[in-house]
């Protein structure tokens, strides 16, 4: 998890308490590796960016 605090700039028990409520919606499942914890997702990932707009050229033709 440590890894996903420094990628997020946030502190850990705030990525911890956010990967909590996750694991309990069903969403990510947390795996003991040799290293420590792995993040999984049992989803796709989501598209975070907007879609682009079309031009008007685009839109009428």
Do not use: N, Q
Not at 2 to 30: M, N, P, S
Request: charged share 35%.
């Amino acid at each position: 998890m440590t890894i996903t605090t420094d990628a997020l700039d946030r502190e850990y028990r705030t990525v911890h308490d956010d990967v909590t409520l996750l694991a309990d919606y069903g969403l990510v499942f947390v795996v003991e590796d040799g290293r420590g914890r792995s993040i999984k997702a049992t989803v796709p990932p989501l598209r975070t960016d907007p879609p682009r707009r079309r031009t008007h050229r685009e839109r009428v033709g």
